[in-house]
């Protein structure tokens, strides 16, 4: 397959534009540039023009056929952006005159509820890990902090994983973290989180001392005194989870979720939910409120006295 051909080009145009101009992450860009280099070679292989101003939706509508049956609607949406975001940016650049992704529509998802635990749950998950446990006490003093942090602030995963020390300010109760596109904003800390974390940075300093290359600037330390990485917190979520509420499938995302439909429950309005999970647009937000419409219903079902069968004299 020749590495000179118009559409490998304008695809290295786009990779190129992408990280230097969009500041996409190099992991964004790498599962675009994949899924069009899959299209560049189903163009190749059927003999169609590999040039991106030679190509006509048939073009598109046959490879996203030939993708259908192996792939779940999830991800023929993501190829489908991907394309589409191709092709809109070459007509930017006017590298074609029209754009045949224009008609492309991508696959409906069918919208699952958010995961989350009941207050009773999280506060079992916060309470792991038992006395009993072995491990050391600098373990668990990061692991109680991690916990009360990530359940506090609804943070992503990879988000709590950068955390760096100078991110938190216990004065304001408050930490600042770098979420989606490399957005930054301040999230409050629970006086419950505030005193995990306090608790847990002398066992911190711990870890750093014994560190041959240790990481001085990162919150959540590993036993070698290395930053936690996004795989290491999902255990440790998952661990806990098994521990406190007998929840083998817990994972960080569940535990924003559990936040967010928490402060729901509690009264806060969605703007500030949007705002303190970092949300783009409200509509993500929003599907919270089908998860406390849903636990609303259950507690009439349970409670009202309209709601229950009357068989007696009444």
């Known amino acids: 397959m ?19 101009e969009r ?9 675009y540039i994949r899924d ?8 190749r292989n059927e003999g169609l023009p590999a040039d991106a101003g030679k190509l006509d939706i048939v073009a ?11 792939n779940q609607a999830s991800t023929m949406k993501k190829k489908v952006s991907a394309i589409r975001s191709f092709f809109k940016f070459l007509l930017k650049r006017r590298i074609i005159e ?9 696959p409906k998802i069918a919208k699952s509820l958010p995961r989350f635990l009941t207050v009773e749950q999280a506060f079992r998950v916060m309470d792991a890990p038992p006395k009993e446990d072995k491990r050391a006490k600098s373990l668990k003093a990061r692991d109680q902090a991690l916990l009360e942090t990530l359940y506090g602030t609804g943070v992503r995963v990879s988000e709590l994983a950068g955390m760096n020390l100078d991110h938190c300010d216990f004065t304001e109760s408050e930490v600042r973290v770098l979420g989606k596109g490399g957005k930054e904003r301040v999230v409050p800390l629970g006086k419950s989180a505030v005193e995990a974390i306090r608790a847990y940075l002398p066992e911190r300093g711990g870890l750093l001392e014994k560190a041959k290359e240790g990481d001085p600037d990162a919150l959540w330390l590993s036993r070698s005194g290395r930053r936690l990485s996004v795989r290491q917190v999902q255990n440790i979520v998952r661990r806990h989870g ?7 499938d817990l994972h960080p995302h569940a535990m924003r979720h559990t936040c967010a439909t928490h402060l729901l429950d509690a009264g806060a309005d969605l ?16 599907r919270y409120t089908h998860v406390s419409v849903d636990r ?14 009357e068989t007696g004299d009444g």
């Not at 020749?2 to 230097?20: K, M, V």
């Not at 069009?36 to 163009?43: G, H, N, T």
């Not at 098994?242 to 083998?248: F, N, Y």
């Not at 703007?271 to 929003?286: A, K, N």
């Open 296 to 309: 609303l219903m259950e507690v009439y079902d349970r409670a009202h006295p309209l709601a229950r069968d």
């Open 2 to 20: 020749s590495a000179t051909d118009p559409l490998e080009q304008q695809i290295d145009a786009f990779a190129q534009y992408l990280a230097d």
């Open 60 to 70: 598109l509508r046959g490879f996203l056929s030939s993708l259908f049956g192996s």
């Open 242 to 248: 098994i521990l406190g509420a007998g929840r083998g």
């Open 36 to 43: 069009l280099r899959s299209f560049r070679y189903y163009v």
């Open 271 to 286: 703007r500030s939910i949007q705002e303190l999970l970092g949300h783009s647009s409200l509509s993500t937000t929003q």
């Open 23 to 31: 500041r996409a992450s190099a992991r964004t860009v790498e599962t």
């Open 98 to 106: 029209q754009n045949p992704a224009s008609g492309l529509r991508s």
